[in-house]
């Protein structure tokens, strides 16, 4: 079993409502291998919300607000989840502040990338996890 970004599974749960869905991703799950998971909605925020972005380590709106420690809660229940189903790999959004690895935008909202794992992917790194991208599909 894997665990999926929702919005690569086609649920309209993106920031501004829509989503990125991804084919690969779509028939993981209708085949039964994969449960999508969205971890800024275990966190407790709504769709839509505002656009969020990762900045010395800390997780800001666009208007400044500092969301790190409810992300962080967000990540947590996704590690509980992952380790409750025994998941050894995720398939998660690139880029994004919660999902992303290796490259996520600065903190600026200019649209500029820079090095670096969301929360979520970084947790779960830690924890042994391996992350996928859609990027890495094959």
């Known amino acids: 079993m894997k665990l999926v970004s929702a919005c690569l599974a086609g649920l309209n749960v993106r920031h501004d409502g829509s ?12 085949a039964g291998e994969a449960k999508p998971v969205c971890p800024e909605q ?6 839509p919300r505002e656009a969020r972005e990762i900045k010395e380590g800390r997780v800001f709106t666009k208007s400044g607000e500092d969301l790190t420690e409810q992300m962080q809660k967000g990540a947590e229940e996704v590690l509980r989840m992952a380790k409750q189903l025994g998941v050894k790999e995720v398939i ?3 880029k994004s502040p ?3 690895k290796g490259r996520l935008y600065d ?7 820079v090095e670096g794992n ?13 992350v996928l991208t859609e990027e890495e599909l094959e």
Do not use: M, Q, R
Not at 107 to 113: A, V
Not at 118 to 130: E, F, H, M, S, T
């Open 118 to 130: 969301g929360i979520v992917a970084d947790l779960l790194l830690k924890n042994g996890i391996k």
């Open 98 to 100: 919660s999902c992303g």
């Open 19 to 30: 989503n990125k869905a991804n084919e690969k991703v779509i028939k993981l799950v209708k």
């Open 92 to 94: 998660f959004k690139a």
């Open 107 to 113: 903190g600026t909202f200019s649209g500029k990338l």
């Open 42 to 47: 275990l966190a407790g925020f709504p769709t």
